[in-house]
T-cell receptor
Framework: AQSVTQLGSHVSVSEGALVLLRCNYS??????LFWYVQYPNQGLQLLLK??????LVKGINGFEAEFKKSETSFHLTKPSAHMSDAAEYFC????????????FGTGTQLKVEL | EAQVTQNPRYLITVTGKKLTVTCSQN?????MSWYRQDPGLGLRQIYY???????DKGDVPEGYKVSRKEKRNFPLILESPSPNQTSLYFC?????????????FGPGTRLTVL
């Protein structure tokens, strides 16, 4: 079975500081990995996805993530946090043969402080 | 504007009173899916549909029904709601069931069952 684990349900950073949100996956087959963001009272929006092309994936709003097979990780980073980045972030996995079902992590709430 | 819409956005009901949450997409997507979001559990798939008249269970289908009579609509039916179905519900759609296709999410329906 495929799963993702997000370490840290709450992360707090200062404005301008590095953002690092952790995601580790477990999969018996090659995974496809996604990061979604959820702003208050809104649906989920795709930030970026890994589809086995490049291991370093760049997304919207200055976010990027690197697929590391040896570490089974897909951590999300942004060099400089902005107040508007405050939201909940979800890592998710899918795989060939699983349709387009996404298996989500439990989410990380990002707080950005002045 | 390409979008997934859900109605209602908020609903308070009582145990046993049948209800339907509608979902509609205007992107001609084949794949549609329902998820529920609960604190500390992330999002879990309830049902999905690969095309018109093709539906199947996700991870947590108990107590729910769906139908897909038209490509654009995918209603979620709770025939006898119970308090444990109090949750935030999201409809999503993607071009196909290929696992790398981006899923687009609706704004969510917050359901409270008393």
């Amino acid at each position: 079975a495929q799963s993702v684990t997000q370490l840290g349900s709450h992360v707090s950073v200062s404005e301008g500081a590095l953002v690092l949100l952790r995601c580790n996956y477990s999969s018996s087959v090659p995974p496809y990995l996604f990061w979604y963001v959820q702003y208050p009272n809104q649906g989920l929006q795709l930030l970026l996805k890994y589809t086995s092309a490049a291991t370093l994936v760049k997304g919207i709003n200055g976010f990027e993530a690197e697929f590391k097979k040896s570490e089974t990780s897909f951590h999300l980073t942004k060099p400089s946090a902005h107040m508007s980045d405050a939201a909940e972030y979800f890592c998710a996995v899918s795989f060939t043969g699983g349709g387009n079902k996404l298996t989500f992590g439990t989410g990380t709430q990002l707080k950005v402080e002045l | 504007e390409a979008q997934v819409t859900q109605n209602p956005r908020y609903l308070i009901t009582v145990t046993g009173k049948k209800l339907t949450v509608t979902c509609s997409q205007n992107m001609n997507h084949e794949y549609m899916s329902w998820y529920r979001q609960d604190p500390g559990l992330g999002l879990r798939q309830i049902y999905y549909s690969m095309n018109v008249e093709v539906t199947d269970k996700g991870d947590v289908p108990e107590g729910y029904k769906v139908s897909r009579k038209e490509k654009r609509n995918f209603p979620l039916i709770l025939e006898s709601p119970s308090p444990n179905q109090t949750s935030l519900y999201f409809c999503a759609s993607s071009l196909s069931s290929w696992p790398t296709d981006t899923q687009y999410f609706g704004p969510g329906t917050r359901l409270t069952v008393l």
